[in-house]
Structure formats: C-alpha cells, structure tokens
C-alpha cells in the first residue's frame, strides 16, 4: 500500500477514491476494518459469516461512496451501512434461528447463574442463545444498548429511528429477554 | 419497575461486555480480498456493457432485415376494413382473405 496516503484524513481519501484510486480505499478500508469486524462480531454466528457480512459493508461503502457528503465523520457514516447491514443480516436469518429449542437456553440457564463466576465466554454463549429468539430489532437494540454501551440518541441515529422507537423497542428487548432467561418464552 | 430478574440480566451483560473481542484472524489481508472482490464486480460490468455494445450491430441488421422482409414479402393492404364495413361487405372481404382469391 502506499505510504504517501497514510496521513491523509478519511475526507480526502474518499475524494481520491471516488476519482477512481482504489488504494484510497483500501486504506479506509484498513483503517476502519477493525470496527466493522466488531460490529459484525456481535450479529453473527461464525467467522466465516463475520468475513462475509464485514465484505457486505465495505462493498455497500464503496457503492455507496458518493452519497458520504463529509457532514459527519466517515467513521460514524460506516457505522450506520454496518448497523443496516446487521439488521438485514438478522431478519433473513430470523426464520431458521426461531426454531433453536428453548432447552438449550433455559438447560444452561439454570445451571449457571451470573454469580456462580462462570466465564465472560460461558456468559456471551448463553445470552447469543437467548438473543436468536428475539425479534431483529430487538436484538439490535439490546446489542447497540447494552453491549456497545451506545445512547439512546446514537442507537437512533444509526438506526435511523426515533429516540422514543428506540426506547420503546429496548423496553421490549430486556422484558422478553427476561422472560427468555427464566425459562418461558419472549412474550 | 426492577426486579431480581433485572439484576440477573444486568450481571449476566456486565459479564459478556467483559468477553474480550480479540482481533479475528480474518482481518489479516482483508484488504486485499475486499479489492479483489470491487475489481471482480468492475470488470463484471465492464465486460457485459462491453456485450451489448458489440451486439448492438446485430440486433440493428436482424431489426432491418425483419423490416424489409416485412415489406418485400407480406402482400400489399387490401381495402382498408372500415371501408369494408360501411360498405356491407365484409363477409365477402373475409371470405376473399382466407380463400386467397
């Protein structure tokens, strides 16, 4: 890659790679992958299916490229293509993860409570299988909320819903999750 | 209002925010592969408007060639058919038309 991109700002590497540099972009691409990889992180079910959904992101970026009017920071404008590219992502796949038991989660549930001491990975593994039986935009919301620790106001600029959506949907999200966690079903 | 099953969940996402999110292996030369993938889409692009540019001489002659076949080969208009009809003789017109006399 060249050097001589590597102090210029987001703003001017994309002008530079809208006039057709696509060493501009891959150096957008290498400075923010590691965000997107994060992000896509969180929504998917294997590596693989990160790769896949993280190339989702750039490519729809790239598309994309000369609707970014340099009004907020290239960082935030890639952040919003990737929270739409995970909701995408989780309503295709809504149908087949409906139908994951509701043993699988409450079995490891019970025998674990957050107290007990059992490992951030053990924790993640059984909320991931708790969150598959929410709705996509519950567990986008709870995602953004509660994992990325994002606000209320920067949940409904990425998502593009109101502040009051988001809030009603993230009241939604912890009740059935609850509900989810002690053994019944979301509702 | 909160209850012990809000504290349960707020224990069990303090817990998963704590899960380290080590750098994926697939980031190494992601780069490159997302690069390779916008020059595959380009070109895929360019070759099919390629495509239609160099087909487009063709359809224009097998257009042409429809257009004169049309007009060297069909029979001339008969009488046009409402004058036909005004007259009262469409049967016989008809009757002209599929006997080919």
Redesign the interface.
Same mark, same amino acid.
């Given at each position: 890659m060249d050097s001589s991109h590597d102090a210029w700002t987001d703003e001017r590497l994309v002008r530079v790679a809208l006039s057709g540099d696509d060493e501009a972009f891959a150096l957008l691409v290498h400075r923010h992958k590691r965000k997107v990889f994060t992000i896509a992180g969180r929504f998917a079910r294997s590596g693989p299916e990160v790769e896949d959904i993280s190339q989702e992101i750039f490519i729809k970026a790239y598309r994309g490229l000369a609707q970014f009017r340099g009004e907020a920071p290239f960082e935030h404008w890639l952040s919003r293509i990737a929270v739409r590219t995970c909701y995408d992502t989780l309503r295709k796949r809504r149908k087949e993860e409906r139908d994951v038991p509701l043993e699988m989660v409450t079995e490891r549930m019970d025998a674990n409570d957050p107290e007990d001491g059992f490992s951030p990975e053990r924790a993640r593994e059984i909320l991931d299988s708790a969150l598959v039986r929410l709705k996509p935009e519950e567990r986008l919301v709870v995602t953004l909320l509660e994992l990325e620790e994002k606000t209320v106001r920067e949940v409904a600029g990425l998502t593009g819903w109101s502040e009051g959506n988001v809030k009603v949907r993230a009241h939604r999200a912890r009740k059935a999750l609850k509900n989810i966690l002690e053994g019944g079903d979301a509702r | 209002m909160r209850d012990d #099953?809000?504290d !349960? @969940?707020d224990? @069990?996402?303090a @817990?998963? #925010?704590?899960?380290? +999110?080590e750098? +994926?292996? @697939? /980031?190494e030369g992601? /780069?490159? !592969? $997302?690069?390779a #993938? $916008?020059?595959e889409?380009r070109e895929r692009k360019t070759t099919l408007a390629s495509w239609a540019w160099r087909l487009a001489p063709v359809f224009i002659t097998i257009v042409v060639f429809l257009g004169a076949l049309e007009y060297v080969a069909l029979p001339p208009p008969s009488a046009d058919l409402y004058s036909v009809v005004a007259e009262g003789g469409e049967e016989e017109h008809f009757l002209r038309l599929w006997t080919g006399e």
């Open positions: - | #099953r809000d !349960r @969940l224990r @069990l996402l @817990l998963v #925010r704590q899960a380290k +999110s750098p +994926s292996p @697939l /980031e992601f /780069e490159t !592969r $997302i690069m #993938r $916008i020059r889409d």
